[in-house]
């Protein structure tokens, strides 16, 4: 995603999915599709800091993306924690929410 509005279409209409490194929001949108934006706020220290997260979750979500979330809108932001994860833990924080939010698309059979 590339323009502003997308992007605070997401936080203001997204599902929020999280754990200790990483909040992943989630919205649907066009089928087929699939967006992702990535952040990283002030709290996380300079911009080089805040650059460097955006670049390593940028790729744990490359390496996880799979067939996840299709037809969906993300936005990915960085926690504190993730500033000192290993590029392993990244990955498999963003597995876990990819996972967490896919199971939470699908609907559930009647009666359970």
Known sequence: MRRPAAVQSVFARGTRFANRRLILLVCEAEPERRRCAFAAGKRLGGAVRRNRMRRRMREAYRAERKGYLQGCDLVLLARPEA????????????????????????PRPPGS
């Open 83 to 106: 500033m000192t994860a290993t590029f392993t833990e990244l990955c498999a924080a963003v597995r876990e929410l990819m996972e967490r939010a896919e199971a939470a698309r699908r």
